[in-house]
Structure formats: C-alpha cells, structure tokens
C-alpha cells in the first residue's frame, strides 16, 4: 500500500522532531518493502506560514491535507507572534484544521512506561502500569460555539463564549469511546458538569442512551472537578476518558504529567473515516529549537498511531512502539527525561537509535 502523507512541520522544534519522525517512517518503508511506502509532500502552518502568506493556514495547506490519507504536525506558536491580532494567530490555524478536516475524536494516550517512573513527579507505586486513553472531543463545546464576542452589555463590557452540544456531536464521540473502550479494558468514565451545565446535562443523556449498545462496556461518570482530583489521586483506576472540548483539554494535559514528560505522549485527531491529525501533545517549545536536544519521542509515537488508526498497519505500529521502548531499556534519554544512569542523547541520535532498534528487529 502506498499511503500520502501531508507534512506540516510548523515553528518551534516542530521541524526537529517531524524530521525525526520521518526518518522513522522511512525506516518502516524500508523494514516492510513491498508492503507499505509513503509519500510525503511537505506544506506550511501557524507563525511561519502567516510570514510567508499572511495567514496561519494557507488554503493550500488545507488542501494537500484534505488530499491526504493522513495528516502529520509538529507543533504552532511561538513568542514572537503573541502580538498578532487572534485571526491570525498560530493557535488559530489549529482550530482551524481541526474544523475544516472535521476530525471531532481527539485521542489522547497517557502511558507510564517503567523505563521512566522516575520522570514522574508522583509517587512510582501511584503511577506504575498507567495506562489511560483520553477521547476528546475537539471540534465542538466553547472553542467554536457562537456567540462569541467582547461586547457591551446594557452598558457594561462583557466577554463572552457559548458552551453548547449539539445531539449529534456527543453521540458520534460517545461511540468513538465505547469502540476505543471495547478495545482495551472495557472500562469507560465519562466526564461532565452534568450538576451545573445543562450542556452536561445533554451530553450524560446521550452517553447513557449509547452505551445501550455496548452492554459490555461498564460507563461511570463522574464531574470534571472530581475527575481532575482522581487523576492524581488513583490514575489506575482509568480506562477510557471521554469529554467535552475544553474539559479534555485541561484533563489532557493533566494526565501527561503522569508519565513525567509531555515529550512522550502523542495523539491522533480523528473523523469518521480512516483520515486522521497525528501530534505530539507539546507544543513548539520555542526556548529550545534549534538546539537538537526536543524529545523526539512524542512525534516517533504519533507516527505509530498513524499506521494504527489510519492505515491499519498494526503490525508495524507495534515495531515503532517496541523499539522505542528498548532503547529506554538501553539507558538512552533525551535531556528532559535523563536520569543519573542514563545515556544522554540529541534529538538526532534518539532518532537513529530507534531507526537501528526498528531494522535489527
Ligand atoms: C491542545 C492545545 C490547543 C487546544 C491550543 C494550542 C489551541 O492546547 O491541542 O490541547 O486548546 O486545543
Ligand atoms: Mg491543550
């Protein structure tokens, strides 16, 4: 199979770690030939695309990425365009993408690796065997809903966005979550403000009225408060998160600090077919690109969760995962998870350590 892959390394160390990431899928090229190649076409997004187009998502970058089977970034933003008009900012052209692709299921892994118990800030007996998927809704909820403003309101000045679901939005998200759930431990928490939201209030319904259809599946929910509390007290005992936009953006990054490191965790954003955005959860880093020293971990794993999720090449998903897990075993560390024993590698020598480890397999 011959798959097109849309390129957009972005700012920051965006650049450095798709590099790596792309290195790695020629290795896969390489490892399975005859069976799967790629063809990989490169375009612009975020600050240096608005230097170039004077805007963050250029129309022809949507395109390639509308043409591709998938959709591989590196990360937005950096200090110098926080200035910009709102527009035109970086962040916008995510959210943007993210609409114009419609990839509404956000996937957010957060697994503990025992190599790294020592990257976390919490105890190793409280995170050992973590292993948490959060599904996320990404193209609803008050990122996008209208009105939106800062307006004057009977005199006063007032800020303003619209937390609302529609019907059809929570359903396709539940179902994205009890198939993700039916996969792993058949265990789902589904997470609200259902006490106070009447958008929660929705959304619980429409959880429940799903989860009629998958009787195996055990769904609990619980309020975002207690949820963000669970996290950290008892992370083991979650399977599968689903929730709203902004809900999972704040649990999200919460849970990637289980494992230690943001430089770790990929994700994938997903729509109803096999297209998909694959990540790394950080973000463009800007006070260490260029440096060669960005964990390229991260990207290397979203590259996994491409061949898993869009091109079904499962097989070759686990090759990725494997050898990155060896070469923790091996001692090796990028700076921002190195610990006393450890082998301290650039952002290019984990690359090649994981290409070798892919290859010798
Ligand atoms: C994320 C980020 C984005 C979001 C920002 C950069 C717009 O925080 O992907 O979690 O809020 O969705
Ligand atoms: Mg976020």
Same mark, same amino acid.
């Given at each position: 199979?011959?798959?097109?892959?849309a390129?957009l *390394? /972005?700012d920051?160390?965006?650049?450095e770690i798709?590099?790596?990431?792309?290195?790695v899928?020629? $290795?896969?090229?390489?490892?399975?030939k005859?069976?799967?190649?790629?063809? %990989?076409e490169?375009?612009?997004?975020?600050?240096? $695309?608005?230097? #170039?187009?004077?805007t963050?998502l250029?129309?022809?970058?949507?395109?390639l990425?509308k043409?591709a089977d998938?959709? %591989?970034?590196?990360a937005?933003?950096d200090?110098?365009?926080?200035?910009?008009p709102?527009e035109?900012?970086p962040?916008?052209a995510l959210?943007?993408?993210? +609409?114009?692709?419609?990839?509404? $299921?956000?996937l957010?892994?957060?697994?503990?690796?025992?190599?790294l118990?020592?990257?976390?800030?919490?105890?190793?007996?409280?995170?050992?065997?973590v292993?948490?998927m959060v599904?996320?809704?990404?193209t609803?909820?008050?990122?996008?809903?209208?009105?939106?403003?800062?307006? !004057?309101i009977d005199?006063k000045?007032?800020?303003?966005?619209?937390?609302?679901y529609f019907?059809?939005?929570?359903?396709r998200?539940?179902h994205?979550?009890?198939?993700?759930?039916?996969?792993?431990?058949?265990?789902l928490c589904?997470?609200d403000k259902a006490?106070v939201?009447d958008c929660?209030?929705?959304?619980?319904?429409?959880v429940?009225?799903?989860?009629?259809?998958? *009787?195996?599946?055990?769904? !609990?929910?619980?309020?975002v408060?207690?949820?963000a509390?669970?996290?950290?007290?008892?992370?083991k005992?979650f399977?599968?998160?689903v929730?709203g936009?902004?809900?999972?953006?704040?649990?999200?990054d919460e849970?990637s600090?289980?494992?230690?490191?943001?430089?770790?965790?990929?994700?994938a954003?997903?729509?109803?077919g096999k #297209?998909?955005?694959?990540? *790394?959860?950080h /973000?463009?880093? *800007?006070?260490?690109k /260029?440096?060669?020293?960005?964990?390229p971990i991260?990207?290397?794993l979203? $590259?996994?969760m491409?061949?898993r999720y869009?091109?079904?090449?499962d097989?070759?998903?686990?090759?990725?995962?494997?050898a990155v897990?060896?070469v923790? +075993?091996? /001692?090796?560390?990028? +700076?921002?998870?190195?610990?006393?024993?450890?082998?301290?590698t650039?952002t290019?020598e984990m690359?090649d350590?994981?290409?070798?480890?892919l290859?010798?397999?």
């Amino acid at each position: 199979m011959n798959y097109k892959i849309a390129v957009l *390394p /972005g700012d920051g160390v965006g650049p450095e770690i798709i590099e790596e990431g792309v290195k790695v899928l020629k $290795a896969v090229q390489q490892k399975y030939k005859g069976e799967i190649s790629f063809e %990989f076409e490169k375009a612009l997004i975020g600050g240096c $695309a608005y230097e #170039k187009y004077k805007t963050p998502l250029p129309d022809s970058t949507v395109e390639l990425a509308k043409n591709a089977d998938a959709v %591989f970034l590196g990360a937005v933003g950096d200090w110098k365009y926080d200035t910009l008009p709102p527009e035109v900012r970086p962040e916008k052209a995510l959210l943007g993408i993210r +609409k114009q692709l419609n990839l509404f $299921a956000n996937l957010r892994p957060a697994i503990v690796f025992d190599e790294l118990l020592d990257s976390s800030t919490l105890k190793p007996e409280v995170i050992k065997g973590v292993d948490i998927m959060v599904v996320r809704e990404l193209t609803g909820d008050v990122y996008f809903g209208e009105p939106r403003g800062i307006d !004057t309101i009977d005199g006063k000045r007032a800020g303003f966005n619209n937390m609302i679901y529609f019907e059809h939005e929570i359903e396709r998200i539940a179902h994205v979550a009890f198939k993700t759930a039916m996969k792993r431990n058949k265990k789902l928490c589904s997470v609200d403000k259902a006490n106070v939201l009447d958008c929660s209030r929705l959304w619980r319904e429409i959880v429940t009225y799903v989860s009629k259809q998958y *009787p195996e599946v055990e769904l !609990t929910h619980m309020y975002v408060d207690n949820a963000a509390m669970q996290l950290i007290r008892n992370p083991k005992q979650f399977d599968v998160i689903v929730t709203g936009n902004i809900f999972g953006d704040i649990l999200s990054d919460e849970a990637s600090m289980l494992p230690g490191s943001l430089g770790m965790l990929p994700s994938a954003s997903l729509s109803d077919g096999k #297209k998909g955005m694959y990540e *790394p959860i950080h /973000g463009s880093a *800007p006070d260490i690109k /260029g440096q060669n020293i960005v964990n390229p971990i991260a990207t290397i794993l979203s $590259a996994a969760m491409m061949l898993r999720y869009s091109f079904a090449q499962d097989s070759a998903a686990l090759d990725i995962e494997n050898a990155v897990k060896n070469v923790l +075993k091996q /001692g090796y560390r990028t +700076k921002d998870i190195a610990s006393e024993n450890s082998t301290v590698t650039s952002t290019s020598e984990m690359g090649d350590l994981i290409v070798t480890e892919l290859l010798r397999n």
